[in-house]
């Protein structure tokens, strides 16, 4: 373990899991600050729940080893960790009122019937949840239910929070509102989170930072904004934004950029050349396309547009849909300028 490690609240070293002969991940490094909000994120079957699930010690792990503050937690019980977990499926006793529900655990540490009112009512106001302290599970909304198993793994004062996709079963809506308070909750308690979602945009907008993850490996981490704009490789580029990939000799070709590898070009980042404007340095001299297709997301156009000195380089496009004046039309040709501190190679 080296120095940096040592400073970190949770470090996970070399950790490996295999379901019979399918190996899950092997050899998972990552280390986690105090209060850190961390989110898992990537594609179905990667191994997200898996790895939580290791954490909190419900899946018994096949090498490595787990520390929090310093103490070896590898072969405890889920118990003894001092973990506490959310699932997406809420997870509640339906027999049970919402108080009772959220007391549960502390019946179970054996507190006295004083201090478990207590310390109920401080979380149930902390959830927001107020009001709601007779009623049954099947009384509640979905997002009232998730709030309630939020509280209920709040109450017993978890040194670490995980949290398996606890949104993916709510509405839009609902959904937005319930990550932010998350996070707010999350702040307040300055409570070292786990956070699992296969959807980037709600990973983008919660984490400190995101651990990118593909096949069981932890592609990348960093901040939000380093894994949007500088991705590791073609698989990041990919799942985080909608990057242009283009062959390095379409590189040279077009931008006179040496690489061996494949370059990334962020949509966001193409201009449509205003006529009159002039462009500094930094910006490519115009490229001629054509428009293939368009779609219309809302606040944003995405373009399909073929280069007319390259026929192999389709581009993706995003503008601001700014006015309708300005939709433009399938077949159109227009001139694009490339940011050229924007483009970079990526691996493969
Ligand atoms: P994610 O949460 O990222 O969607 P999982 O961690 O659930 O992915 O699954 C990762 C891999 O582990 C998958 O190939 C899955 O089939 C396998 N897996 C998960 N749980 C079990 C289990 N209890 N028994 C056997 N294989 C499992
Ligand atoms: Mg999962």
């Not at 490094?29 to 990667?46: A, D, N, R, V, Y």
């Not at 990939?245 to 690489?259: E, Y």
């Not at 980042?269 to 002039?278: A, N």
């Amino acid at each position: 373990m080296n120095i940096d490690q040592n400073n970190h609240y949770v470090n996970i070293s070399q950790l490996t899991k295999r379901f019979g002969s399918n190996t899950v991940f092997e050899g998972i490094e990552c280390s986690i600050k105090q209060g850190e909000f961390i989110t898992l994120l990537g594609p179905s079957g990667c191994g997200k729940s898996t790895l939580l699930r290791s954490l909190a010690g419900l899946n018994p792990i096949d090498g490595g080893s787990i520390h929090v503050d310093g103490e070896d937690i590898t072969h405890q019980t889920p118990q003894e960790r001092g973990i506490g977990m959310v699932f997406q499926s809420y997870a509640l006793f339906p027999n049970m009122t919402v108080e009772n529900n959220i007391a549960f655990g502390l019946k179970m540490k054996k507190l006295s019937s004083e201090n478990i009112k207590k310390e109920v009512a401080k979380i149930i106001q902390l959830v927001d949840l107020a009001g709601k302290e007779q009623h049954y599970p099947h009384q509640l909304s979905g997002g009232q239910r998730q709030r309630v198993a939020l509280a209920r793994a709040l109450v017993v004062k978890p040194r670490i929070l995980l949290l398996d996709e606890p949104l993916s079963a709510l509405d839009a809506k609902i959904r937005k509102r319930l990550r932010q308070q998350i996070r707010e909750i999350q702040k307040e308690l300055n409570l070292t989170t786990i956070f699992v979602t296969h959807d980037q945009e709600e990973a983008m907008i919660m984490s400190d930072r995101i651990f990118l993850m593909n096949n069981g490996e932890i592609v990348q981490q960093g901040s939000p904004e380093e894994i949007y704009t500088q991705p590791a490789n073609e698989f990041v580029a990919g799942f985080m934004g909608h990057y242009n990939l283009m062959a390095a000799q379409h590189a040279k070709q077009l931008f006179n950029i040496d690489t061996t590898e494949k370059i990334a070009i962020r949509p966001e980042s193409i201009y449509v050349e205003e006529k009159g404007r002039h462009y500094p340095k930094h910006i490519s001299v115009p490229l001629t396309a054509k428009i293939r297709s368009h779609q219309l997301l809302g606040n944003v156009i995405r373009y399909q547009v073929a280069l007319e000195s390259c026929r192999d380089c389709e581009l993706t496009v995003d503008l601001l849909n700014r006015s309708s004046e300005r939709l433009l039309a399938n077949g159109q040709q227009l001139n694009l300028r490339f940011n050229l501190n924007e483009i970079q190679p990526v691996r493969a």
